[in-house]
């Protein structure tokens, strides 16, 4: 080995030991290694909420935030194209004999013959959006306070 070669290796060995020290105290915020794969949530936490009809709305965050739902939707079919049970009481025909929230307007759109309001296909899938919650610690604690006071 020569002499610049030798300089090089020392040099390349100073920087990784001091690194390593430098490196040392710090740690991810959800404390594992940045390549480590996520540790899995507790299994099997409910959802909150019980039958629709006898909740509350959940107060909204910001204005245009799809609201959370707030009664149960374990059994619920999955939506498909032939079925979707949300339709069966928050649809325009169906909201006032079940006594539910109408969906908003921005769902709505005229069949093609234009006699009446469906609900539009980019709208049809509704748990993209609305989503059931449940009783999560936050992983980071935080301090956000929404815009919008609660709707009753
Ligand atoms: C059996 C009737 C029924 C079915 C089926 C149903 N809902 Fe509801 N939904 C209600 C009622 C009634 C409310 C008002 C709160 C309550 O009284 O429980 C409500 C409230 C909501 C709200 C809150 C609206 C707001 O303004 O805060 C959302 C969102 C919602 N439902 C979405 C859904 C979705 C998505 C589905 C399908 C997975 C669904 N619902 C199926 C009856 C129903
Ligand atoms: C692309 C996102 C999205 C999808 C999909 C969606 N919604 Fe919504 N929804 C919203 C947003 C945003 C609002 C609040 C503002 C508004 O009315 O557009 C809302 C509002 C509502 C409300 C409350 C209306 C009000 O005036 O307070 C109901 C009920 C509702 N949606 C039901 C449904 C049902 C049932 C479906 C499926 C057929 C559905 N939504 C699909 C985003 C969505």
């Known amino acids: 080995m020569n002499r610049t070669v030798k300089a090089a290796v020392a040099a390349t060995l100073v920087a990784v030991v001091f690194g390593c020290a430098q490196y040392g105290g710090v740690s991810t915020l959800r404390g594992a290694d940045v390549a480590a794969s996520d540790k899995a949530p507790e299994t099997s936490k409910e959802y909150e909420g ?35 049970q949300c339709l069966e009481c928050h649809s325009l025909e169906n909201y006032r004999k079940k006594n539910a929230p109408k969906m908003g307007d921005t769902h709505l759109v005229f069949s093609k013959d234009g006699t009446k309001k469906m609900v539009t296909m980019d709208r049809y899938q509704c748990n993209t959006c609305h989503v059931p919650q449940v009783d999560a610690k936050p992983l980071v604690e935080n301090t956000f306070v929404g815009n919008v006071a609660p709707k009753q």
């Open 50 to 84: 019980k039958k629709p009809g006898l909740q509350k709305p959940i107060a909204r965050t910001f204005s245009t935030q799809p609201p959370l739902v707030p009664h149960a939707v374990a059994n619920f079919d999955e939506i498909t194209v032939a079925e979707n």
